[in-house]
């Protein structure tokens, strides 16, 4: 029997042992053959439905290593700025989007750059924009919101407020918040204006929503997420990691699994916050209990090391340019860190931390490697997220304590929509050298997952892997690039391996799970100027189509 043939194709399968082939049979949502047009066409029957791709790429659906599925699936009902710079522009698209909006208690912007205006941005700015309504603008990396003094005042914070350590409502001269709220528990009071304070726990406290929400709340979320989804499958995307999460997350996806509406597999983590007490990983222990099949699961736990280089809040072993003394700071002290991290493995779990300055990378490195002295060396894959400067002498630790490089293509400063500065002179021109790599990493053997950390930049797979094979090097640094080859793999049997799932999908070959993404051309023959350009035709996950292109 046979459900589902997919022929007429260039089938990459990411499969070593056969990595090319023309055509895949599928049946109840698995792989039965992989071959050649002769061998597979012959297994269709009457009710066998038969795509041909018409001379197009399959490839094993996308794994999307590391993004916030309802955080973006809730910002694209916001205005985007991607691409909008200076004060005319940035004042024209919000007095447009507030105007065709009027009914929303915040005007809430995404993607604004740190140099939108050309200098530091604060609610005076906004006030001239918009002097009445609540207005915020969300910096592209998610780490800072500018908002305006109605937005502040509604929030209660224009006088500031408490937050922990590495959170910062920045207060002016003048005693008043100027507007600039450093990372997620500075600015969660604003975001709260808009509604979105349930779906923004996962990423800023780890907590739950309390009291329960309501089967109304409940729906408003599922559709946040629906429209999450949808706008992942129309990029081929089949599985993601969710690199924030709490046991509502998991919930609602739940609801939506059970209606038959899930499209992609998701794992989500337990977010393991500096205040939390050890005895908190009970409930991540409970999240992976009761979460584990083909679609979704937990058995990880994500932390924050640090912030990002624009804002100084990255943690780096040298001071920054031109601010001698200023190197940030972890959010976990190292001793401490390494206390979790060793909890955390000796139950089984995978661990994820976020780690973007030298020094950050360097104390999750410390605690990976006490975990693995405390409890003995395990397939553990524990990951770093982004790396975007690394210690040369702590480049070949990844690969000797099986440390998984987890790596946005998009976010090196000028190989995507990321502007060249402010990123590059945060750096230092001394430390370019040192920064973004992937080359270096992979040849000193790490294991690298690609990934958007979408809605921090778009989720379209194809456009990353252009910037992945586009990417220039920085004055006098050296090509970090990875070739076509490397990129699909850690966009696809990497992401997999990273999480575990190397044996349900990222490779296509038979017993794996039916997950495609459908490409209208030759990906092998495509310029790399040009592969941002190409469409998915059709993605399909579990056996079932969940995108096809207009
Ligand atoms: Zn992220």
């Known amino acids: 029997m046979t459900d589902l043939i997919l022929t007429n194709a260039a089938v990459l399968t990411m499969d070593p042992a056969r990595p090319e082939a023309e055509a895949v049979a599928v049946l109840d949502g698995r792989i039965r053959a992989v071959g050649a047009r002769s061998e597979i066409e012959p297994l269709a029957h009457a009710g066998t439905e038969i795509v041909d791709a018409g001379g197009g790429t399959v490839l094993p659906g996308f794994v999307e290593s590391h993004l916030h599925l309802v955080l973006g699936g809730t910002e694209l009902a916001h205005l985007q700025l991607g691409g909008v710079h200076g004060g005319a522009a940035l004042a024209r698209a919000a007095l447009d989007f507030a105007g065709r909006h009027p009914e929303r208690p915040l005007v809430m912007a995404q993607g604004g750059d740190y140099a939108l205006l050309g200098r530091p941005m604060t609610r005076h700015d906004l006030d001239e924009i918009l002097p009445d309504r609540p207005f915020a603008i969300t910096s592209h990396d998610h780490h800072t919101v500018w908002a305006n003094t109605a937005a502040l005042r509604a929030a209660g914070i224009l006088n500031g407020a408490e937050t922990p350590r590495g959170h910062e409502v920045v207060i002016g001269p003048d005693g008043l918040a100027t507007g600039e709220l450093r990372e997620f528990e500075a600015f969660a009071p604003v975001i709260a204006l808009g509604g979105e304070a349930r779906v ?33 499958a129309s990029h081929g995307i089949t599985s993601m990691v969710n690199m924030d999460g709490n046991r509502y997350t998991l919930e609602l996806l739940r609801e939506m699994q059970r209606a038959g509406d899930l499209t992609a597999r998701v794992r989500v983590p337990f977010h393991f916050k500096p205040h939390m007490d ?7 222990e409970a999240m992976s209990r009761d979460f584990d099949d083909d679609w979704l699961s937990c058995n990880f736990v994500k ?11 990255a943690y780096r072993l040298d001071d920054y340019p031109g601010q001698p003394g200023w190197r940030s700071e972890p959010l976990f002290e190292p001793a401490r860190f390494a206390e979790i991290a060793i909890a955390v493995d000796r139950l089984g779990m995978q661990i994820a931390v976020h780690a973007i300055g030298d020094g950050a990378v360097r104390c999750v490195l410390d605690g990976y490697e006490a975990a693995q002295r405390a409890n003995g060396p395990r397939d553990s894959r524990h990951r770093i997220e982004h790396i975007e400067l690394i210690a040369r002498s702590d480049i070949p630790r990844l690969a000797a304590l099986g440390v998984v490089a987890s790596l946005q293509p998009p976010h090196p400063p000028g190989a995507m929509d990321f502007p060249l500065q402010p990123t590059l002179d945060r750096i230092g021109r001394a430390r370019w050298p040192d920064a973004y790599l992937w080359r270096t990493l992979r040849e000193a053997g790490a294991v690298l997952a690609f990934a958007s950390d979408w809605p921090v930049a778009d989720v379209s797979v194809l456009r990353g892997l252009q910037a992945a094979l586009t990417r220039r090097p920085y004055d006098g640094c050296a090509d970090e690039r990875i070739g076509l080859w490397p990129s699909l793999h ?6 997999a391996w990273a999480a575990h799932r190397e044996g349900l999908f990222g490779t296509l070959r038979c017993g794996m799970a039916a997950d495609f993404a459908i490409l209208n051309g030759r990906l092998t023959d495509a310029a790399p100027e040009s592969l941002g350009a190409m469409a998915v035709a059709r993605t399909i996950c579990g056996g079932r189509t969940t995108h096809t292109a207009a």
Do not use: C, K, Q
């Open 303 to 313: 932390m924050f090391m640090d912030g990002v280089l624009d804002s100084g809040t």
């Open 278 to 284: 050890l005895s908190e990983l009970a409930r991540a």
């Open 200 to 232: 923004n726990l996962g990423i800023a406290t780890g907590g739950e929503p309390s009291p329960w929400p309501s089967d109304a709340e409940r729906a408003i979320d599922r559709e946040r997420i629906a429209r999450g989804l949808a706008h992942s």
């Open 490 to 495: 850690a966009y696809t049997a990497g992401g």
